[in-house]
């Protein structure tokens, strides 16, 4: 059902639900620091962990260009309705009325893009407690970038910034000329 009502066939190429029963064809090995939450001081192969028995998005296994197309569809209003899309993105409210930075499923920040001030919405994923994925739309310029690792604690927000950064600037240098 998931897949007839969010992923299009035709559009996503190597997003599945994780199995215990089949292994999923050309996984990657994942590994976990050895120190101090940083990869910096060697790895070691993480034990086998199975994401098979929770529910939304850790039933699925997925690549950067499948995330990346999901962030288009998300964006293109192709996926879901536009109004839809704005009250998942938008920042939920405390009780005392304070914002959360957070939408439905969604991180809300404000980073330096371009030399300008710019949205992103985004999710990071994580692995026994370190960074493993980051997926982050930048509205105003159209990009979505999707970085993955299969080291626990890689720091993908900062990557994925970096490369929405490089096509800021090409789009600006474009503009120029």
Not at 85 to 114: D, F, H, I, P
Not at 131 to 141: G, T
Request: charged share 20%; proline share 5%; aromatic share 10%.
């Amino acid at each position: 059902m998931i897949r007839e009502l969010i992923f299009d066939p035709e559009a996503t190429r190597d997003t599945t639900p994780d199995s215990t029963k089949k292994p999923v064809q050309d996984r990657v090995t994942p590994y976990f620091t050895r120190f101090a939450s940083d990869p910096n001081y060697g790895l070691h192969m993480m034990r086998p962990l199975d994401y098979s028995c929770y529910a939304g998005a850790s039933v699925f296994v997925s690549t950067p260009s499948d995330l990346v197309r999901f962030g288009m569809a998300i964006n293109s209003g192709k996926l879901l309705q536009p109004a839809t899309v704005e009250l998942l993105q938008t920042s939920q409210r405390l009780a005392s009325g304070e914002e959360m930075g957070y939408g439905l499923g969604w991180y809300l920040k404000t980073v330096t893009l371009a030399g300008k001030q710019t949205r992103v919405i985004g999710h990071d994923g994580d692995s026994l407690g370190g960074m493993v994925a980051s997926l982050m739309i930048f509205p105003e310029y159209g990009i979505v970038v999707a970085v993955t690792s299969n080291i626990s604690y890689a720091d993908t927000f900062s990557l994925a910034k970096r490369i929405a950064q490089t096509f800021a600037e090409q789009g600006k240098s474009a503009a120029r000329n």
